[in-house]
């Protein structure tokens, strides 16, 4: 099966992922047998003439044929590139453990959250929950638990709160939060802090006090490195 990621507003859309996969696994392929195997999809013609002309698909001699190249190397991959790969393929395995250094700032203080975001975007970190409310993906299960607190809320929103309550951090070891908060109770599910005595909390982050710098511990070696500005 092939799996897009990071994909466009064309390549998101189900037609298209279900055709290029009825392509992978045909060779030969006519308009006729196209609309055979997805009779009752509308404007078949209108959107394959769309993913003919961005690219996508090869129409030749009355037959049809997928013109992208799968994914064979991790080599020269970003976070943001729209890979197509196929998830039989020995790569795919490697491609969900490639994890890049992502930086968040924001536009209330000077302060930058870093953090490890694997390519596939299946984990529990800010920068991907942002990213698939953008898109409109679906969340992984732990993104779900992120998403009961936070909802569809806008970023630079949320990010101004959870950093000035992380700014706490540079005076204090341990900081006092009387009242429920949804942002403490954010900080605490992405592993930010944890609660070392009835509300009171302690930051399991490396910080950086002079540059503002606070940086999730990591599991494993970082593999590249991406900056983004949310406002």
């Known amino acids: 099966m092939i799996r897009i990621f990071n994909a466009n507003k064309l390549t998101r859309q189900p037609f298209f992922q279900d055709v290029i996969n009825y392509l992978h696994d045909h060779e030969d392929v006519t308009l006729r047998q196209i609309k055979v195997a997805f009779e009752g999809e509308k404007n078949i013609d209108r959107q394959l003439e769309n993913a003919i002309e961005a690219g996508y698909i090869i129409r030749e001699n009355r037959r049809y044929r997928n013109a992208f190249s799968l994914l064979e ?15 039989e393929a020995a790569v795919f395995s490697r491609l969900k453990e490639l994890t890049f250094r992502k930086e968040l700032t924001n536009s209330t203080n000077e302060l930058i959250i870093v953090e490890e975001v694997d390519f596939v975007r299946e984990g529990l970190t800010l920068d991907s929950y942002f990213y698939k409310m953008r898109s409109q ?55 930010f802090m944890n609660q070392v005595a009835p509300q009171t909390y302690a930051l399991t982050m490396t910080m950086k006090k002079e540059d503002l710098i606070f940086s999730k511990k990591n599991k494993g070696p970082i593999l590249g490195l991406a900056f983004v500005f949310i406002s």
């Open 73 to 87: 190397s991790l080599d020269g991959l970003s976070l943001d590139t729209e890979v197509f790969v196929d998830t």
């Open 137 to 191: 993906e679906v969340l992984s299960r732990d993104q779900e638990k992120l998403y009961a607190i936070l909802g569809d809320i806008n970023p630079d929103y949320a990010l101004k709160y959870m950093t000035n309550f992380l700014l706490k951090f540079t005076r204090k070891e341990v900081v006092i939060q009387r009242r429920p908060d949804i942002f403490v109770e954010a900080l605490l599910l992405l592993g």
